[in-house]
């Protein structure tokens, strides 16, 4: 007697049999690999940058298959940092200290940009790299395809009405139409993406599931090399911070790599990213490599690692971009010392703000407001000392009056008004020990 489940089914349960049988046909077969298992001592070293078809950019900072972003606020100048840098790399030129292994050829994809607006681009962008980093206009009208067509290295493609992925269909077919492309530019990813940024599972949909299978190779296995192109998406920055006080070093601390509007993903896929942030000065923005920044190679005057430079608008009325210079830095730091005068109590640098080289506020400056008055809700508080002479941020305040709790010179209790402070002993001990 056949013994199989479906026969066993037949011989003692005949009625479901058909069913039985037709719900088998249905069911999935054994599932396989999609891809290829590679032993992890078959991957070969890695080749050196001159004669690796992969490699983008010095020190791996970019290899083909990886993507990257450049993100800024509105009206920074993206299209035309995008652009001068997109000529230097053409042309196996660093831009701004990112350097590629060889001169690349670009595709750029950009949707906010008229015909007008790129070509005024381009012409105050060759003088200037004339006029200011020594390049040859005849190198630069070569790579431009200026005279002949047939020896551009960058080639703009303007897509409309694409999204999505019907713009990474757009985007296959340019690499496979537009032979040797190296690495792709796409201005804005908003424009492209099409969908709400916030959310993780749409852009890995977009990246990992669409963009991904575009430009990598899946079946190279363990040979480098197959992947197809590089890209780099140009990005908006998140909205800026309400608060004086944080909007100051945004985007300049540890988190730099997470200033692009969205969600997580945006950072888990790039693999390197750089954000162009405003300064104190009109025209002069910091350069922050947020991610893989010490790959490249940037360092201060003593050789130890740096992973913000500044550049800067031109100021003579031609549009480009330079970059930023010791007197800059020199402005720059003098900048940040006035504007904290400003901002602080009166203080021993003359200005009526602080010295220079002392906080402007501390636990101790909100430990003396309770004192002086008490009874007052949180709210008011914060109201109190965001008035002149002081004028904190609610944030700053919340801060130290947390800070003055956990060093037991402040207790905290709950009302129907919200959190009430009061001075402590060990706080009033405090007071006493400080300096009129």
């Not at 790299?129 to 395809?145: K, N, Q, T």
Request: aromatic letters at 8%.
């Amino acid at each position: 007697m056949d013994s199989t489940p479906l026969a066993l089914v037949k011989a003692f349960l005949p009625e479901q049999a058909a069913a039985v049988e037709q719900a088998i046909t249905v069911l999935p077969g054994r599932r396989h690999m999609s891809g290829k298992a590679v032993p992890l001592g078959q991957f070969p070293d890695p080749r050196p940058e001159h004669s690796n078809p992969n490699a983008l950019f010095r020190r791996g900072w970019l290899r083909k298959g990886g993507g990257g972003f450049i993100i800024a606020p509105s009206g920074v100048g993206k299209s035309v940092f995008t652009m001068q840098c997109a000529i230097c790399w053409s042309l196996g030129r660093a831009a701004f200290g990112v350097e590629p292994v060889r001169p690349l050829k670009i595709l750029v994809i950009q949707a906010e940009d008229d015909n007008e607006e790129v070509s005024e681009f381009r012409n105050c962008i060759t003088r200037g790299l004339v006029s200011d980093f020594g390049f040859s206009e005849a190198e630069i009208r070569l790579a431009l395809g200026w005279d002949d067509p047939a020896t551009a290295r960058v080639i703009f493609y303007k897509a409309v009405g694409k999204f999505g992925e019907e713009f990474v269909w757009d985007l296959e077919g340019c690499l496979n139409d537009i032979a040797g492309v190296d690495l792709v530019l796409v201005n804005p990813f908003q424009s492209y993406f099409g969908g709400d940024c916030s959310k993780n599972a749409e852009l890995s949909q977009f990246f990992r599931g669409w963009v991904d299978p575009v430009i990598k190779d899946p079946e190279s296995g363990a040979g480098f090399g197959g992947d197809r192109a590089g890209v780099i998406f140009v990005h908006h920055t998140n909205k800026p911070p309400n608060e004086r006080d944080e909007r100051e070093n945004w985007g300049l601390d540890m988190f730099a790599a997470y200033i692009g509007a969205g969600g997580a993903e945006i950072v888990n896929w790039a693999r390197c990213i750089l954000s162009i942030m405003p300064s104190q000065i009109q025209g002069l923005y910091r350069l922050i490599a947020g991610k893989r920044g010490r790959r490249l190679g940037w360092v201060d005057v003593n050789g130890k690692p740096v992973y913000c430079r500044l550049v800067k608008h031109a100021d003579d009325g031609w549009i480009f971009w330079r970059e930023g210079t010791p007197a800059d830095e020199e402005a720059l730091r003098e900048a940040r010392q006035q504007k904290a005068g400003r901002r602080g109590a009166v203080g021993g640098d003359g200005s009526g703000g602080k010295p220079p080289d002392q906080t402007v506020y501390s636990p101790v400056t909100v430990l003396s407001y309770v004192d002086c008055h008490p009874g007052l809700s949180e709210k008011k508080l914060c109201d109190g000392l965001g008035e002149k002479p002081l004028e904190m941020s609610r944030s700053t305040v919340q801060r130290l009056l947390k800070q003055g709790v956990e060093a037991g010179w402040l207790t905290v209790g709950r009302t129907a008004s919200g959190n009430r402070y009061d001075v402590t002993e060990k706080g009033r001990q405090k007071l006493d020990s400080c300096p009129l």
